[in-house]
């Protein structure tokens, strides 16, 4: 029988976001398989907390960043897990810190979700300009797309040897329930997006793009919240949209969205992944994205969905139409979408928890830390 682990996984919190979503359903399925999960957050958050199953062990740390860095380190020591693992850059910086105090840093396994540009905050941005020494440090960095995994190692010096990718497990409600050709080209034309409305996720391109449609009939339906929220609403006064687009805000469960829209659109200038992307194909849906890394794996190329370039609202409105127009069929669709279904995903970091278990180095901590800083000169 095999062993089950004991298994910290932390993040700032568990709110409105796809990382937290992620984390969220991560725990929850490796929980499912029989190991013992302790969720680690900084404060308290409603949002993502649903998909959080009972048997994970939910624990709040609170105080500033020095003090959660102190208690997830006597977490960390009082509790010795097999694998500690921690989400977004900020979150990455605070872990390797407290495994640094807690004597586990070879038990340690670092997350990226994303691009400097989409994570500004300055601890944040502290993750990625560390990132040659985190990634040293610790036992395995893992990256959520294979575009993300270039630009860590590429622009962020990332270690090679102990960096790799591994694709975020998608839960898509509803989706048992997959919808055929017939019923999807019947539905009203409506137009779903979702995500955090901040600038490089461009909903703005989005909206000009809509106001282009030759479609008087076509509404949008908006998911979500962020700063841009006021600017996004001044944008649909000034192109005319009032009562064709609908912001109903940040959604918990937003798969009743999903079984009403005709197509789905993710409009962002830059995406390590695109959660909704699959969430919107496991449910059959027809699907159009602006050309950038995540996007481009998930499609594969184009395969199972349209790729416009960045800002060109002709394009995308064009592709819009053509996606309302004529769905095609859904079947290759949810097809690929299982490529990223949560089991899949659970698998493969379970086999790399076992991996990181088999070859935790017996050496302390300084001793790691020094390897880090001073690697051995090249014969």
């Known amino acids: 029988m095999t062993k089950s682990l004991r298994l910290v996984l932390y993040i700032h919190a568990l709110a409105g976001g ?5 984390w969220s359903v991560l725990a929850s399925s490796l929980a499912k398989r029989g190991h013992e999960v302790i969720l680690a957050v900084d404060y308290e958050a409603e949002e993502n907390r649903t998909y959080l199953q009972p048997n994970v062990r939910l624990v709040v740390l609170g105080g500033s960043h020095a003090q959660t860095i102190g208690r997830l380190a006597r977490l960390l020591a009082t509790e010795k897990p097999d694998v500690a693992l921690s ?10 810190l407290a495994a640094l105090l807690a004597g586990c840093l070879g038990r340690t396994v670092l997350t990226y979700h994303g691009y400097a540009g989409s994570e500004p905050q300055r601890l944040s941005q502290l993750g990625f300009g560390l990132a040659a020494l985190l990634t040293r440090l610790t036992a395995r960095t893992i990256c959520v797309s294979d ?5 860590l190692r590429d622009s962020c010096w990332a270690s090679p040897s102990r960096s790799l990718r591994i694709y975020n497990p998608v839960l898509a409600e509803g989706a048992e329930r997959p919808v055929d050709h ?20 461009n909903f703005a391109g989005l909206l000009r793009a809509f106001a282009a449609m030759n479609d008087a009939e076509a509404r949008l339906v908006l998911i979500g919240d962020g700063p841009e929220r006021r600017n996004l609403l001044v944008e649909v006064d000034r192109l005319g949209l009032r009562g064709r687009v609908e912001m109903p805000g940040y959604v918990t469960q937003p ?3 999903f079984e009403q829209a005709k197509c789905f659109v993710l409009p962002s200038r830059s995406e390590s992944f695109g959660l909704v992307l699959v969430e919107a194909m496991a449910h ?10 995540g996007p481009r794996e998930i499609l594969s190329h184009g395969t199972y969905g349209t790729l416009v370039p960045h800002d060109d609202p002709a394009a995308l409105a064009a592709a819009i139409s053509r996606a309302l127009e004529e769905p095609g069929d859904p079947a290759s669709r949810i097809a690929r979408a299982r490529h990223f ?12 928890f076992r991996s990181v278990v088999a070859g935790a180095s017996k050496s302390p901590s300084l001793a790691r830390l020094t390897a880090a800083l001073f690697p051995p000169t090249p014969r």
Not at 18 to 22: H, K, L, N, Y
Not at 147 to 151: D, F, M, Q
Not at 185 to 194: C, F, I
Not at 341 to 351: F, G, I, L
């Open 284 to 293: 059959g849906l027809p699907v159009v994205a602006t050309d950038c890394d």
């Open 255 to 257: 798969w009743r969205y």
């Open 87 to 96: 989400a977004l850059s900020a979150s990455n910086v605070k872990l390797t």
């Open 147 to 151: 575009g993300l995994l270039r630009y």
């Open 182 to 201: 017939t019923a999807l080209r019947s539905r009203a034309p409506v137009v779903l997006a979702a995500g955090r409305f901040a600038d490089y996720k």
């Open 18 to 22: 796809g990382a937290e979503r992620v």
């Open 341 to 352: 279904d949560v089991d899949v995903a659970a698998s493969q970091y379970e086999a790399l």
